[in-house]
């Protein structure tokens, strides 16, 4: 089986003077650096929140929950 990855990209900032780079720029990034290397993303989680309280990123667990559900994923690009 071919060894797959996950993309995650976060804003923690509502304001965008704050955020180095937005969701979509990141995401543009990561797909770039994906390409570079050969990887093989299958699934990206996104969102806009701040890591302070644990429990509060849904993308997040949900992303945890996928990776463990599947036995091919090597790793993820964040």
Do not use: W
Request: overall charge positive; aromatic content about 8%; proline content about 1%.
């Amino acid at each position: 089986m071919k060894s797959a990855y996950v993309v995650y990209c976060r804003k923690s900032s509502e304001s965008d003077d704050r955020q180095a780079a937005s969701i979509q720029e990141q995401v543009s990034i990561l797909k770039r650096f994906a390409a570079e290397h050969g990887l093989s993303v299958v699934k990206r989680f996104t969102e806009s929140k701040s890591a302070k309280a644990p429990r509060v990123r849904k993308e997040f667990e949900a992303m945890l929950e996928f990776i463990t559900s599947r036995n091919d994923i090597k790793g993820i690009i964040t």
